[in-house]
């Protein structure tokens, strides 16, 4: 795999390796993994995309916030990629990649249209605010242009530096504006960070919703309690339901008795779907193991669901189901806000419909 800088995903897809080495490999043949770190920038990120070309039947698990940079060369070499999920656009629309979570077309509006069905005048006065990176602002922005088909109206809208050291300016200016719903595209410090500063300056937004990247032990340390009754939504399982879901214990136990190390609540999770995926591209193509078999089988998949961890994607046409979970942080936890159970789909059309 390529992980890039989600350490998590190397993890998940070791331990689905050391799995299914253990069951005595598929077709009898062992899972050999070869990490390869992008690190932080497109150029190494398609370093190690023509060193996959060279040493790797496939590109498994993969997640990096530079991964427009091995596109062309994933997709010149033929090698089928099948990530977690893709944030760049030119990876997406590489001819042998096919993500577990194909969430870059299409942007799935409901946690929004939940939210503001639950806070009717908190998306009148809105703000965003995203990373000074390439892939943020692209996300931010169609985030915002999502929003918009559903009556929000964006008061304030503010690029950050990647380490900015101080976000109290932007607060006191989003006070100035009256926000109330804020969100944010970046990683998860800088959200606490933020988060902090409304604290500090005895205001908060009636509605703070980020994206997937909080679901994490992580953030609510770094936030504290400036994180209580913030909101996120997944398409998969929560890990705090994991015991009632049998491929999820898989994924745990596995992952347990790899590397001992404490599960991630979304980027691993997916890393293991995608590992899954390939193994079933393989058990279904046949001894053989042709790369061209692997696309062609992924390419008319219509629906994955990760044998039950997530909700089901359209792998060939690289669409996301219309589905989600509303979590809020309440008590230092991530709880459900909706549904009661399993998945909310098609409350809203998405974006673009279609």
Known sequence: PVPGIFEPSVRATQAWANYINSKGGIFGRKIKVIPIDSKTSAADNRAGALQACKQ?????????AYDDGGASALA????????ATVVNPPRDEAATSFPAFPNLRHYVLGSKKL??????????TAAMLWLNASVASYNARKNMAAAR????NFVYEKQAEVVEPNYTPFVVD???KNVQYVSMVGELNSIARLLKAFKSQNYMPKVREFDTVIYD???LAQAGDAAEGTYTSITITPLEEAASNPEYTLYLDSLKRSSGGAPDGFFGAYAWSASRLFQEALEKTGPEAKRTKILDFL???RSWDGHGLHAAHDIGAKKAANCFISLVVKGGKFVRNSPAKGFDCNRT?????G
């Open 115 to 124: 939210l503001a069905d639950q806070n009717p005048d908190a998306p009148k």
């Open 56 to 64: 790797a039947f496939a590109v498994v698990g993969s997640m990096s």
């Open 149 to 152: 088909t559903i009556g929000y």
């Open 349 to 353: 059309p998405m974006f673009p419909p």
């Open 76 to 83: 010149e070499c033929g090698i089928p990629d099948i990530s």
């Open 217 to 219: 032990q992580k953030f």
């Open 299 to 301: 390419k008319n998949l």
């Open 174 to 176: 989003m006070k100035a």
